[in-house]
């Protein structure tokens, strides 16, 4: 089973960007798609984004036009680059790996992302 490694949260202010990191104990191209959720407080778990193997992406509406996913081959590394970041976009956030259409293994520790206004 693959380990995920969330890394790269932090205290920013709004408008910042962070660039948030995710790796892989194998080749995340042994999954369909790679995948980031967040979480915020008292809230439920929600998808923002998906970088399918072939390269195609999908985003939250939420996120849209301001996160981007990417992936580096050669490291197994799965990033979240954020923009123009907002107080609503405090969570906690998690990559998840995806096989024939469902979310995989089990939700790591994530990386906290606090934005202040």
């Known amino acids: 089973q693959v380990q995920l490694v969330e890394s790269g949260g932090g205290l920013v202010q709004a408008g910042g960007s962070l660039r948030l990191s995710c790796a892989a104990s194998?080749?995340?191209?042994?999954?369909?798609?790679m995948g980031w959720f967040r979480q915020a407080p008292g809230k439920q778990r929600e998808w923002l984004a998906t970088?399918?193997?072939?390269?195609?992406?999908n985003y939250a509406d939420s996120v849209k036009g301001r996160f981007t996913i990417s992936r580096d081959s050669a490291t197994n590394t799965v990033y979240l680059e954020m923009n123009s970041l907002k107080p609503e976009d405090t969570a906690v956030y998690y990559c998840?790996?995806?096989?024939?259409?469902?979310?995989?293994?089990?939700w790591g520790q994530g990386t906290q992302v606090t934005v202040s206004s």
């Open positions: 998840r790996a995806n096989k024939l259409g469902a979310w995989v293994g089990s």
């Open positions: 970088m399918t193997s072939g390269g195609s992406t």
């Open positions: 194998g080749s995340i191209f042994s999954f369909n798609a």
